[in-house]
């Protein structure tokens, strides 16, 4: 526990500086890429204390940091403000999560599974099971 307090310190900035919002929340693993944060705050996905931020808005301590992100929001409180990317552990440490419970994911069937023996689908029964299976989902 020593090492992680030592690793989130050795990020954290020098003192008088502060940290971008989009290097933040990547920096503490709420984005996987920091180019994914700038776009998030770009199109208006990520607030801080209520309002919508650029990515070059300075994020402090005590500040409320919303994130819209795969269909879930996330919603924390900045505990201490880190640089550099840090692992998961650490990075917990550095927020407190107020975030609603994830939705629970529906017990379905998987839609597009065929009958063995059925032989190769026609066009018909692809589009079938293509309209089935979403927008944007590919094999």
């Known amino acids: 526990m020593a090492d992680a307090v030592a690793v989130a310190?050795?990020?954290?900035?020098?003192s008088g500086e502060s940290v971008r919002v989009d290097s933040w929340i990547?920096?503490?693993?709420l984005v996987k890429t920091r180019s994914m944060g700038a776009t998030a705050c770009r199109g208006g996905h990520v607030r801080v204390n209520?309002?919508?931020v650029k990515p070059a808005y300075s994020v402090r301590v005590g500040d409320e940091v919303r994130l819209r992100h795969a269909d879930r929001?996330?919603?924390?409180i900045?505990?201490?403000v880190i640089r550099k990317r840090v692992g998961p552990p650490v990075a917990a440490e550095c927020y407190v999560d107020?975030?609603?419970?994830?939705?629970?994911?529906?017990?379905?069937?998987?839609?597009?599974?065929?009958?063995r023996g059925a032989g190769?689908?026609?066009?018909?029964?692809?589009?079938e099971m293509?309209?089935?299976r979403g927008p944007g989902s590919a094999e």
Do not use: C, F, H, Y
């Open 73 to 76: 929001e996330r919603i924390v």
């Open 9 to 14: 310190k050795a990020a954290a900035p020098a």
């Open 50 to 52: 209520g309002e919508r």
């Open 130 to 132: 293509e309209r089935l």
């Open 26 to 29: 990547w920096s503490v693993r």
């Open 120 to 127: 190769r689908p026609t066009k018909r029964d692809r589009r």
């Open 98 to 115: 107020n975030s609603p419970p994830p939705p629970p994911r529906e017990a379905v069937a998987p839609a597009g599974i065929r009958d």
């Open 78 to 80: 900045v505990k201490r």
